[in-house]
């Protein structure tokens, strides 16, 4: 007859656990793996655990824990690398906003000649020219806006100008 503690164990290619060892490194793999993506909490929790089940009669070489934590090394990097390409995305975003707000500022008081497009409820697109006066300038949805008067009319224009005159 076996004694209780055989029953209480798991033996998975050489390495004995018990069953309550056993479940605990596997709800860390399958916390770890749940996201969609593993990030660096993942990756250490995940080399914790597997460095605390190891089996003591056959320990892990150091290589590989130098390879993993290599790893682990690059995806900081990356991961540090992709913040700052946003960061600077950002930042070459909010120049290009403030270049072309001064470029459209110095429209003001000029005359512009632009195009609208309609699309007709007979899908006939129309195209007609408009000029109009330059009376200032807005950021709509982080783009530059020139408002332009023609007649009693203010238009708000972001492309389709063919033509500027003093």
Do not use: C, H
Not at 85 to 96: E, H, Q, Y
Not at 117 to 128: P, Y
Not at 132 to 147: A, D
Request: proline share 2%; aromatic share 4%.
């Amino acid at each position: 007859m076996a004694d209780s503690t055989s029953l209480n164990t798991i033996t998975l290619d050489g390495k004995t656990q018990t069953v309550s060892e056993y479940e605990a490194a596997q709800n860390a793999v399958k916390k770890a793996t749940s996201n969609s993506t593993l990030g660096k909490d993942a990756f250490l929790q995940l080399l914790v655990a597997q460095m605390r089940y190891q089996d003591p009669l056959n320990p892990a070489e150091g290589t590989e824990y130098m390879s993993q934590l290599a790893q682990f090394s690059s995806l900081e990097q990356m991961t540090n690398l992709n913040e700052t390409m946003s960061t600077l995305s950002n930042s070459v975003s909010g120049i290009n906003s403030s270049l072309a707000m001064q470029q459209y500022a110095s429209l003001i008081g000029k005359t512009v000649k632009w195009s609208v497009s309609n699309t007709g409820t007979d899908g006939n697109v129309t195209t007609q020219s408009l000029s109009g006066q330059v009376t200032g300038v807005k950021m709509v949805e982080n783009s530059p806006v020139l408002l332009v008067t023609s007649g009693k009319q203010t238009y708000q224009v972001s492309s389709g100008i063919t033509e500027i005159t003093a």
